[in-house]
């Protein structure tokens, strides 16, 4: 079975709210790239709604025809906002105002006792879970203990690597909490930074079902546009899952 992409349009709502305008519009967005192929929508409902608006996720919700992962804090708020729209997968996500994308992952291990009682609420509402974490083995088997459905696991590491030496050893580490997390039982997604290049070995991961893929994606999309831009990925991923 292939990977499946998740195509996060968060970057087209950044563009509208730069200048406060109704377009681009990041429904338009993902209509084209679930026509092109992807597998699901993924935006971000940031608690200071930098780029994506509830009202974009409300109408993601009744437009979405293939599945719409909502990243979110864990915070009453998003609860509340999860517990309504009912997207068919949360990720729970760290989250800093003072960020500018998301900077690691989950501290599952410190955090059990909140995030307990949030997964139990959105799974009581069949929402799938999923936790953002880093490719650290620890997080990974308090991610299965809390009962998650799945993990995604923070890419943004490797992608960031300075030399060929450190990204072999981050693509390790990731290699190692996949099969980890699938031995358990656990869904297996990954993103962060990913892009045309440094795709090529994550795809080649087996036990990685998912990929999530935003900024690269929409800024190849400004360019050649989204149709292109999301076959491209889906092409590159289809060959090195294939070769693996």
Do not use: W
């Not at 009453?76 to 760290?94: F, G, H, K, S, Y």
């Not at 955090?111 to 069949?126: F, S, V």
């Not at 030496?165 to 962060?192: N, P, Y």
Request: aromatic content about 2%; overall charge negative.
């Amino acid at each position: 079975m292939r990977q499946r992409l998740g195509v996060n349009v968060d970057h087209i709502a950044t563009i509208r709210q730069a200048r406060r305008t109704r377009y681009p519009d990041p429904v338009e967005a993902a209509m084209i790239a679930e026509r092109v192929g992807a597998d699901q929508i993924t935006v971000h409902l940031r608690e200071d709604r930098r780029h994506i608006q509830e009202r974009d996720v409300e109408i993601l919700r009744k437009t979405v025809t293939t599945l719409l992962n909502l990243e979110m804090a864990a915070t009453q708020e998003m609860v509340r906002i999860a517990l309504e729209l009912r997207p068919d997968t949360v990720t729970l996500v760290p989250e800093r105002r003072e960020e500018l994308t998301t900077e690691g992952g989950l501290d599952v291990v410190a955090q059990k006792e909140n995030l307990k009682g949030t997964i139990r609420l959105l799974r009581d509402a069949d929402i799938r879970v999923s936790l953002f974490i880093d490719a650290d083995l620890d997080q990974v088997r308090a991610s299965h203990k809390l009962d998650a459905d799945a993990i995604e696991i923070h890419t943004g590491q490797y992608a960031e690597a300075p030399n060929d030496a450190g990204r072999t050893d981050e693509l390790r580490r990731i290699v190692d909490a996949s099969k980890m997390g699938k031995r358990l039982g656990l869904d297996i997604c990954a993103g962060h930074g990913l892009d045309y290049v440094n795709t090529r070995a994550i795809a080649g991961v087996k036990e990685i079902a998912e990929l999530n893929i935003g900024h690269s994606l929409i800024a190849r999309a400004m360019i050649v546009g989204m149709e292109r831009a999301v076959g491209d990925m889906l092409a590159l991923m289809r060959e090195y899952s294939e070769a693996s």
